[in-house]
């Protein structure tokens, strides 16, 4: 259904502000409204359902500091909600990066995920700076060859500034969200094949099985693991999180975040050009049959999330919205 974002907005306030501030509610509200204005319909306002959803999190103390240095920061969010410890997170990396060049950002002791990396990442590049994130989930994700879950969905974002709109890129390394379950679920869809397995490693369709097994890795190989391994290193050992707790009861999601300045490297006004340039040459190469232009990652979701906001109106899930108590009246 469509709803209004105004009235959208309200809701997830009032429902957020049962166990955060207004400030606290406002910035997770934020990053809600974003993901399902853009059509990601697996890390929006899905996050407010299910067992564990955000409104319901207590945390167990506010986003401190660990460790603090003029290029890096580690963080501790308290198990707080990670849209609002990542966005902190991406605004300290914004703020060293412009100093210094260069900021290396760590979360962990976070609930939930962060959701989709691009809003991160975009928020950086409109600082003219080049964004780079890596996130590790509880596992839900096999190892190639292996058929228990070993890493979580993993994904990894990068965003650069360019003339026009930054370029951003944003992929789970697993072949689908595990929110992409939640939903299957919730609507009482089967999910596609080649997605998942089952307890026992045999290849399912079912969303409720594929929760009690494993995701697959985006292509199926040793090379989407291997990516998703090292998305686990990045955001677990390197920041005294976790990694691989399949064995434990702890469930953490941990995140890195860097911010690069071009200016280490050449002129902004050169990178951007050469950016602009880069991505031309790509638009303008010649398109295989049925295929009708080259789309640039994230290029679809700015143009949903714009119509969008045109519209003042957003289209959110019925089954999700009847979840919440959402109406359109």
Same mark, same amino acid.
């Given at each position: 259904?469509?709803?209004?974002?105004?009235?959208?907005? %309200?809701?997830? +306030?009032?429902?957020?502000?049962?166990?955060?501030?207004?400030?606290?509610?406002?910035?997770?509200?934020?990053?809600?409204?974003?993901?399902?204005?853009?059509?990601?319909?697996?890390?929006?306002?899905?996050?407010?359902?299910?067992?564990?959803?955000?409104?319901?999190?207590?945390?167990? +103390?506010?986003?401190? *500091?660990?460790? /603090?240095?003029?290029?890096?920061?580690?963080?501790?969010?308290?198990?707080?909600?990670?849209?609002?410890?990542?966005?902190?997170?991406?605004?300290?990396?914004?703020?060293?990066?412009?100093?210094?060049?260069?900021?290396?950002?760590?979360?962990?002791?976070?609930?939930?995920?962060?959701?989709?990396?691009?809003?991160?990442?975009?928020?950086?590049?409109?600082?003219?700076?080049?964004?780079?994130?890596?996130?590790?989930?509880?596992?839900?994700?096999?190892?190639?060859?292996?058929? /228990?879950?070993?890493?979580?969905?993993?994904?990894?974002?990068?965003?650069?500034?360019?003339?026009?709109?930054?370029? *951003?890129?944003?992929?789970?390394?697993?072949?689908?969200?595990?929110?992409?379950?939640?939903?299957?679920?919730?609507?009482?869809?089967?999910?596609?094949?080649?997605?998942?397995?089952?307890?026992?490693?045999?290849?399912?369709?079912?969303?409720?099985?594929?929760?009690?097994?494993?995701?697959?890795?985006? /292509?199926?190989?040793?090379?989407?693991?291997?990516?998703?391994? *090292?998305?686990?290193?990045?955001?677990?050992?390197?920041?005294?999180?976790?990694?691989?707790?399949?064995?434990?009861?702890?469930?953490?999601?941990?995140?890195?975040?860097?911010?690069?300045?071009?200016?280490?490297?050449?002129?902004?006004?050169?990178?951007?050009?050469?950016?602009?340039?880069?991505?031309?040459? *790509?638009?303008?190469?010649?398109?295989?049959?049925?295929?009708?232009?080259?789309?640039?990652?994230?290029?679809?979701?700015?143009?949903?999330?714009?119509?969008?906001?045109?519209?003042?109106?957003?289209?959110?899930?019925?089954?999700? %919205?009847?979840?919440?108590?959402?109406?359109?009246?």
């Amino acid at each position: 259904m469509k709803i209004p974002i105004d009235s959208l907005r %309200a809701t997830l +306030h009032q429902l957020l502000s049962v166990n955060f501030s207004p400030e606290q509610s406002e910035k997770i509200t934020e990053y809600l409204l974003w993901a399902d204005m853009s059509g990601n319909k697996t890390q929006g306002i899905i996050k407010m359902t299910g067992i564990g959803p955000l409104q319901n999190i207590v945390p167990e +103390h506010e986003v401190s *500091v660990l460790r /603090d240095t003029k290029l890096s920061q580690l963080i501790d969010a308290g198990k707080n909600p990670a849209p609002l410890s990542a966005q902190i997170a991406t605004e300290v990396a914004i703020s060293k990066a412009k100093e210094h060049g260069f900021a290396i950002v760590g979360v962990k002791n976070t609930f939930s995920s962060n959701g989709a990396q691009a809003f991160y990442v975009e928020k950086i590049a409109k600082e003219n700076l080049i964004g780079i994130m890596c996130s590790r989930s509880p596992a839900s994700a096999a190892g190639f060859g292996t058929i /228990d879950p070993i890493f979580g969905t993993n994904p990894i974002g990068f965003g650069f500034p360019t003339n026009d709109a930054p370029l *951003v890129f944003d992929a789970a390394t697993s072949a689908m969200t595990f929110y992409g379950l939640v939903l299957a679920k919730a609507r009482g869809e089967q999910i596609p094949e080649n997605m998942a397995i089952d307890h026992d490693g045999n290849p399912t369709t079912d969303p409720t099985a594929a929760m009690s097994g494993a995701l697959l890795s985006f /292509d199926r190989s040793y090379k989407g693991s291997g990516f998703a391994m *090292v998305v686990e290193m990045m955001a677990g050992p390197l920041i005294g999180g976790a990694w691989v707790d399949n064995v434990s009861q702890t469930e953490e999601w941990g995140t890195v975040i860097m911010a690069i300045d071009p200016e280490l490297l050449v002129d902004i006004d050169e990178f951007k050009a050469n950016a602009s340039d880069l991505i031309a040459k *790509v638009k303008s190469a010649r398109t295989a049959e049925g295929v009708e232009a080259v789309r640039l990652p994230g290029e679809n979701g700015r143009k949903l999330y714009e119509a969008a906001l045109a519209s003042g109106q957003v289209e959110i899930d019925d089954v999700i %919205a009847k979840e919440l108590g959402i109406r359109n009246d």
